[in-house]
Structures are given as structure tokens and as C-alpha cells.
């Protein structure tokens, strides 16, 4: 019956939309210009350069990191010595920051242009953002040891010196020390403890841990271990649910009102942030096969645009009660852009899985790669004819609305592009 119905819809021609290469390089371009603002302190990345209606000129600990991974991904693709120099600006900025006072220490969550911490009323701490921050950085630590450039990591990003001098030191220390605290989910509204933070914390602390051996700091490394293990043990224990697959929240202590399904992108964005360093919970795994498939059903419900058209991919929110519609908290929320592109890496993620664990037919490969490409799809269709690109899209009219040129949109676009395989290693 589905099957009949959208067979009944309209289609879109490829020929209508930007094409996916077109976007990845504008992505790219709005992700450098919103990282080299020349009133913002060097190394930090305004979240978008929208400045009122929403005020998004701050930089977020959490954007900052995803995107800045982004860029470590493209520099490992093509050796570009100028994306190079960005991210030891960035190392910089972010040293410096660490060390600022803040309302919430290293869990501040947004920072003044400037570097220092906002000050004003906001969900604070978010502790996710120096788990991402720490992910991102040993990656590039990572890169650089391949290069054999052992003197710079040892000398700005991690030296076993305590208290913690080094910028990846210092946020697993800080991870290490706090995860079992209730903070601020992602989306900055409920305080409790979170299937996406403590993902981000475990993966953080694991890839800590060997970084931390390779370097001879074997106390803490057998430490880093030790809370990833239990953080491990907690989100097996507490978050997996047989009804919805992966609870969003647990242990709620400021709960948002209107927020009781459970179902939030968050995990899904969690999978893909710690990926492919976590084993502790596969792509493939029955929970998230569940969680993934009642996400889409989900959103495919509840929002019009995804009625109305038999070839674009499912428009995914935040979760299904929200009420922040880019502007103000009080009507249906809308599809995000980082949502919708997650659902396509997801697939292909899923699919380089099961091809490596050798349980890909070529039925399915084909399967996994057409719900990508539909996703893809349907992000070139509510973006604009030159590749901008907001952080949502109306449920009904599929217009974008919310903090214009968002970085998160373009790195998530850059991200899922690099990774399914879609941009090319130079050399
Ligand atoms: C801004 C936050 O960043 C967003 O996540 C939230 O939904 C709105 N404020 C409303 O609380
Ligand atoms: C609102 C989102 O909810 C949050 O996750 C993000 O960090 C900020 N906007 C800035 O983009």
C-alpha cells in the first residue's frame, strides 16, 4: 500500500538540483569563511553569521570540534598545507580558551568571540563538547604521527604533566573526572544524562587511553580506561530499550515538559561522531537497526514535506516534540539539515560495516546506496540554487528557515561526502 502511494507522487530531476560535487565545494567555502572571520579571535568558528534573529555569532565547543573534524578529514585527503596551518590555529585557540574562567569550567558550552565564555542564562555545562573536542584532536594527532611529527604533539597537544597543561590532557582529564554528572544534552535543553554525551565521553577516553600509552603516561591511560569501561556498561545498561531501540535521555533532572517519546536524531548523530573508533555498539547492532527504523518512520509521519515526493530521502528533525523552529520555542520544529544528511551516512557507513564483516550482497549495496543518494537528494532540494544552506527546512512549505549559512549543515554535508567515498584522495 506505501509502495502504491509513492508510486502515485511526483518525482525530482537531478538536472533541477545543485550537484553534489557543486555543494561539497561551497560547503567547504562557507565552512572556511565562517572560520576565518576577521573580527573573530583566529582559530575559532562562529556557528553562523547570522547575528540577530538568531543570534548564532558565538562559537559552540561542540560545532567547532565537528567541524574542525571535517576539515582534519579533508586535510588527510589532500594534504592541503593552508587547511594544515588552520588547525594549529585552532589548537591554539582552543589552549588558550581552556585555560579562561567560565560558568561551567571546561563544560561551557558557548564562547564570546573573543574566546572568553558567555556569561549569559544557558544550559550549561554541556559535557559533550570536551569529548568531541578530544576526538577530534587525537585524530589529528593521529595524522601527524603517520608524519612522523612526534615534536609538535608532545610539545602543544598532549604531555602527561598534571594538572593538565596540553589541550587533549586536559579534556580527558576533565571527561575522566565528570562523566557520571548530569549536564546539558546537544541541544541545549535538558539536564540529565545522555546516550550522545556518553558515547562521545567513552570514545574519547578510549582513543585517549592509547594515545596516552603510546606516550608513556601509563597511569592515566590504565585510568581513561577504567571510566570508559563503566561508561561502557552504563549506556548498554540504561539506554538500550526494545520498544524504541535507543533512548535519548535517561535520569532526567531538568526535564523539558513536552519532551516523553524518547526518540531524538541524537543517537544517530552519536554513531557518527564516534565513528570508526567505537566498537562498543555496531552499526548493524539489533537496537540501532531498531532505532533507525522507528527515527524514520517517525519523522516520515509527522512532517508534510515527506508526503509529497516519491524520490527525495526522509526530512529528519531534532526529535519529534520539538517546538524550536529557528526563530522561537513555541511551534512544530522543523527537518535540520544535519539530520537528514546523517541518515545517508549512516547507510553508507552500514554498508562499508557489513561489507568488511563480508555479509554485503550486492542487493543490499545497491539498497544501502539508494536510500544515501536519497538523502542527499533531498538536502540539494530544500537547500538554495547556489548551495546555501540554514539549519532547517519547513515541515510544510520545505523552505529554509533558522540561523542562515549554518556551519554545522556544511560540515555535515562535507562529512558525508568524505565518507562515502565520494571525494577523491589526491595522491
Ligand atoms: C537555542 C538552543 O540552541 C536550541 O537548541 C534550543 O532549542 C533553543 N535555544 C530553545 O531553547
Ligand atoms: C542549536 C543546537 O541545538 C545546538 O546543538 C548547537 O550547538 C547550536 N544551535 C549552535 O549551532
Not at 582552543?94 to 558567555?118: A, F, N, V
Not at 587511553?209 to 563503566?230: N, T, V, W
Amino acid at each position: 500500500m506505501k509502495f502504491l502511494l509513492l508510486m502515485l507522487l511526483p518525482t525530482i530531476s537531478w538536472a533541477k538540483l545543485p550537484s553534489k560535487e557543486f555543494q561539497f565545494q561551497k560547503s567547504l567555502s562557507m565552512v572556511l569563511a565562517n572560520s576565518t572571520k576577521p573580527d573573530v579571535k583566529p582559530g575559532m568558528v562562529v556557528a553562523s553569521p547570522s547575528r540577530s534573529n538568531p543570534n548564532y555569532y558565538f562559537d559552540w565547543v561542540r560545532d567547532t570540534a565537528l567541524t574542525k573534524r571535517a576539515l582534519i578529514d579533508y586535510y588527510e585527503l589532500t594534504k592541503d598545507p593552508k587547511i594544515k596551518q588552520m588547525i594549529f590555529t585552532w589548537v591554539d585557540a582552543e589552549t588558550y580558551r581552556q585555560t579562561l574562567p567560565t560558568l561551567s569550567g571546561l563544560g561551557e558550552p558557548k564562547y564570546e568571540i573573543d574566546g572568553s565564555g558567555y556569561t549569559g542564562p544557558w544550559g550549561r555545562p554541556q559535557n559533550d563538547g570536551p569529548a568531541l573536542r578530544a576526538i577530534s584532536m587525537i585524530k589529528f594527532a593521529r595524522l601527524l604521527l603517520k608524519n612522523g611529527e612526534q615534536d609538535y604533539i608532545i610539545k602543544k597537544l598532549y604531555y602527561s604533566v598534571l594538572p593538565a597543561e596540553s589541550p587533549i590532557k586536559r579534556d580527558l582529564e576533565y571527561v575522566a573526572h565528570h562523566w557520571s554528572e548530569h549536564s546539558f544534552d546537544l541541544w541545549e535543553e535538558e539536564k540529565g544524562m545522555h546516550f550522545y554525551t556518553l558515547l562521545a565521553q567513552y570514545t574519547a577516553l578510549e582513543e585517549g587511553a592509547k594515545l596516552a600509552r603510546e606516550f608513556s603516561d601509563e597511569f592515566a591511560a590504565d585510568f581513561y580506561e577504567l571510566q570508559a569501561e563503566r561508561i561502557g556498561r552504563k549506556l548498554k545498561s540504561d539506554f538500550f530499550n526494545e520498544r524504541i531501540g535507543i533512548v535519548v535521555t535517561t535520569e532526567k533532572s531538568a526535564p523539558l515538559g513536552y519532551k516523553n517519546s524518547g526518540i531524538d536524531v541524537a543517537p544517530l548523530l552519536a554513531l557518527l561522531h564516534t565513528s570508526p573508533y567505537q566498537k562498543l555498539i555496531p552499526l548493524n547492532d539489533a537496537h540501532v537497526l531498531k532505532y533507525i527504523e522507528v527515527l524514520t518512520a517517525t519523522f516520515g509521519e509527522i512532517y508534510d514535506i515527506n508526503k509529497k515526493y516519491a524520490d527525495l530521502g526522509v526530512s529528519i528533525g531534532r526529535y519529534p516534540e520539538d517546538r524550536y523552529d529557528g526563530y522561537e520555542t513555541s511551534k512544530l520544529g522543523n527537518p535540520w539539515f544535519l539530520s537528514t544528511l546523517a541518515l545517508g551516512e549512516y547507510f553508507c557507513l552500514l554498508k562499508t560495516q557489513l561489507a568488511e564483516n563480508g555479509k554485503l550482497t550486492k542487493n543490499l549495496a545497491k539498497k544501502l546506496t539508494d536510500i544515501t543518494e536519497a538523502q542527499f537528494k533531498r538536502a540539494l532540494y530544500h537547500s538554495d540554487r547556489t548551495g546555501g544552506m540554514s539549519e532547517q527546512f519547513n515541515h510544510r512549505t520545505g523552505i529554509m528557515q533558522g540561523a542562515t549559512e549554518l556551519t554545522w549543515s556544511h560540515n555535515a554535508f562535507m562529512t558525508a561526502m568524505m565518507r562515502c567515498g565520494l571525494i577523491i584522495k589526491k595522491n
